[in-house]
């Protein structure tokens, strides 16, 4: 019997061709009614434990990030579970975006996001970074508006 569960999220894309991105988005995260899928970007979250592989979603009122493969955790009952890594930010809560690059390795760059509440969350490893970067912007823009 073949395994019918996708293994990764890029698999995933994968299976799903053409509008991958936006099922994926909407599979995996709750989407609000009127929100909209920016882009959906392959790249890293920088952790403790090393880099993550995932894909880094912005719509209009979130910045979501899931990971590739899904990690290895405790459960409650002292099993383990297999679950993806996810980190969702609502946008309203970004006080700021920053961009960054490795001093020694320019062509390395990094896209900070900075919460109110002062965590952090780096992001690296984009195939169009500068691209990456301008959807944030666009996003937090809308955001802004919106509020207003």
Request: glycine share 6%; hydrophobic share 35%; with cysteine.
């Amino acid at each position: 019997m073949k395994n019918i569960i996708p293994d990764s999220v890029i698999e995933m894309k994968l299976r799903l061709r053409g509008s991958g991105m936006q099922k994926i988005f909407q599979q995996t995260f709750s989407v609000e009614q009127g929100e909209k899928l920016l882009k959906g970007s392959r790249c890293y979250l920088s952790t403790t434990a090393g880099p993550i592989a995932g894909l880094l979603f912005v719509s209009t009122q979130k910045i979501a990030f899931c990971s590739e493969k899904s990690l290895t955790v405790s459960s409650l009952d002292g099993g383990f579970i297999r679950t993806p890594y996810k980190v969702v930010i609502p946008i309203e809560k970004i006080k700021r975006v920053e961009e960054s690059q490795n001093i020694n390795k320019p062509k390395q760059k990094y896209i900070e996001i900075v919460t109110v509440d002062y965590f952090d969350f780096w992001f690296m490893g984009f195939v169009n970074y500068d691209r990456a970067f301008r959807t944030l912007q666009k996003s937090i823009h809308i955001s802004q508006q919106q509020s207003q």
